[in-house]
């Protein structure tokens, strides 16, 4: 797991906190921030990486982040425990990309602000922000809808029914956008 | 077939979704074809890679002190008389969160988006948008065919031939088959809800579960983030067949936990019957419908014969039984589902057949359920 050291850690006296994760949702629960912010610092990180692979743009995948977790402040009462946090919040996180998608497909008339690579390959802050690897910045320079399907499918594991109701999609589409993505990609990091 | 035939059908391959016969003509191509063997390897080796990528990546720059700015002034979900902007240092109510200028419009409106799936205004419309797909349908003594909105209390009904697409709010919809009625009993942020009284319809919600119910004459069905299909005869006796995520069944004291690719049975009064895979041959559907819904159900004998017929993968199935089979019983569901999935080192024998809840929740917990 990469590390930043350059994030400043928030002050929170993690000595009285439980350290597992259904405590700590029932401690955020009851509107205890302290609990919510080491729950941001143990998951915030794959919701960055989701943001950041399906958006394939680290200021929008961190304003993404951000609305991820001001959105499930209020919704943490919603958490039953049928599965664990972290699956529930990648599901959430899940969602709130999409919807963020489809917003701006019917705003701008496509997924997301931008196809260029260049775009990908050199990330607006820091080179260490996210997109590093060859890999990373062939699934970025990826057209909108096969990246988006190759990263639920390939990287988070959702099927292709999932896919093709999440993004309202024919299954046959998503299976499309995939072999698409998976040609484009072997082909960029030969 | 040619070679670009063959690739064609590589992601099917890889992903174990190719049919039996097309794989073992995949695999006799492959074995005489060094260049699709080449090929294929190059498709093994992305997905290698992925494999590889990091889980986590951590954020440019530390994102919780703007999130923890507006936290303290954001209502809960059962707190929605409070103020919804964050306040100023000294106490004022602001428009929008301090970071939200920052943001761009299409990330604004996901976050409005976002937020009003479960904000106040959800709870004051109570009605659902309906789209008649096919035919025309009744909306209590009116037929329409053009788009209207569905109102609590109000009942839906689709003839022979009609379809209708119905909105769940902001968190899903619905596709109603013909022969169909329904009636909108809650259209609340935290609870969806309607009466299915006969019909088919499918289901896809992508909120947080437990936000879309649908009762019917034999149990409800409780969305925990999925797609299904759910029918109800003339009699009441349903089906639900799950194709997403996970679906819970409730009745009572009975309930179901029923993951994508496997289909539960439920019967008035007695409830949801034990879940059951797509592909579960018909001796084992038979005998789980005695030991569900029969005269002798429940009984040892009608747990003996589903037994019989268990196959490896039915561990699912295996891990309802244990809970519903009488405890003289349950050791030999115990001992099947063992073989299949040894329980987690917490979990006993012993506390297994005393039906210890805890324990039974966390072997579900390593089937991949969702404790019901």
């Not at chain 2, 301090?98 to 976002?114: C, D, F, K």
């Not at chain 2, 009608?302 to 039984?321: F, P």
Request: glycine share 6%.
């Amino acid at each position: 797991m990469p590390h930043s050291d350059r994030a400043e850690r928030p002050v929170v006296n993690v000595a009285e906190l439980p350290d597992d994760d259904p405590n700590l949702v029932r401690r955020a629960q009851q509107r205890d921030e302290q609990a919510f912010a080491v729950l941001y610092r143990r998951h915030g990180p794959r919701v960055y990486a989701l943001c950041l692979r399906m958006c394939a743009n680290d200021v929008r995948a961190t304003e993404l982040t951000q609305t991820v977790f001001v959105n499930l402040w209020p919704k943490l009462s919603l958490f039953r425990g049928e599965s664990t946090f972290a699956t529930w919040l990648h599901r959430f996180a899940v969602n709130i990309v999409l919807i963020d998608f489809r917003t701006t497909r019917r705003r701008e008339g496509r997924v997301i602000a931008t196809d260029q690579p260049e775009t990908f390959a050199q990330p607006t802050s820091t080179p260490t922000a996210g997109l590093r690897l060859d890999l990373e910045q062939a699934i970025a320079a990826l057209p909108d809808q096969a990246r988006a399907v190759f990263v639920l499918h390939d990287v988070e594991g959702y099927t292709h029914d999932e896919i093709a109701r999440l993004m309202n999609l024919a299954p046959g589409t998503t299976k499309a956008h995939l072999h698409r993505a998976r040609k484009q990609l072997q082909e960029a990091l030969q | 077939m040619t070679c670009h035939d063959y690739h064609d059908r590589f992601d099917a391959y890889l992903d174990r979704t190719l049919d039996a016969d097309s794989r073992r003509a995949l695999d006799a191509h492959l074995a005489g074809c060094a260049a699709c063997r080449q090929a294929l390897a190059g498709l093994l080796t992305l997905r290698e890679q992925t494999s590889r990528l990091p889980r986590d990546i951590v954020p440019p720059r530390d994102l919780w002190p703007e999130i923890q700015a507006t936290l303290a002034h954001t209502p809960s979900a059962d707190t929605r008389s409070a103020p919804v902007g964050p306040r100023s240092s000294r106490g004022e109510v602001r428009h929008r969160p301090r970071w939200l200028p920052s943001l761009s419009l299409g990330v604004a409106a996901a976050l409005v988006m976002a937020f009003f799936l479960y904000s106040p205004e959800d709870e004051s419309a109570p009605s659902w948008a309906l789209t008649p797909l096919t035919g025309t349908i009744r909306l209590d003594a009116n037929t329409t065919d053009q788009p209207s909105r569905l109102k609590i209390g109000q009942w839906l009904e689709t003839d022979a031939l009609s379809r209708v697409e119905l909105a769940v709010g902001e968190i899903g919809r619905l596709e109603i088959s013909p022969n169909s009625r329904l009636r909108l009993l809650e259209a609340g942020a935290t609870d969806h809800r309607i009466e299915l009284s006969r019909g088919t319809l499918d289901a896809f919600i992508w909120a947080p579960p437990r936000l879309f119910f649908v009762e019917t004459p034999s149990a409800t069905a409780i969305d925990l983030g999925c797609a299904y299909t759910l029918a109800v005869d003339e009699e009441g006796r349903g089906e639900l067949h799950v194709t997403a995520g996970y679906v819970a069944l409730e009745n009572g004291g009975r309930s179901a936990i029923v993951p994508a690719g496997l289909r539960c049975r439920m019967q008035p009064g007695a409830g949801p019957g034990t879940p059951y895979a797509d592909d579960a041959p018909a001796d084992l559907r038979q005998a789980l419908d005695r030991f569900d819904f029969g005269p002798d159900g429940g009984s040892p004998a009608a747990l003996s014969a589903a037994l019989l017929h268990i196959r490896e993968g039915d561990t699912v199935t295996l891990w309802h039984l244990l809970s519903r089979a009488p405890a003289t019983a349950r050791g030999a569901v115990f001992d099947r589902l063992a073989m299949f999935a040894p329980p987690p080192a917490s979990v006993t024998r012993d506390g297994i057949l005393a039906a210890d809840r805890a324990m039974l929740d966390r072997w579900a917990e390593a089937l991949g359920l969702v404790a019901p």
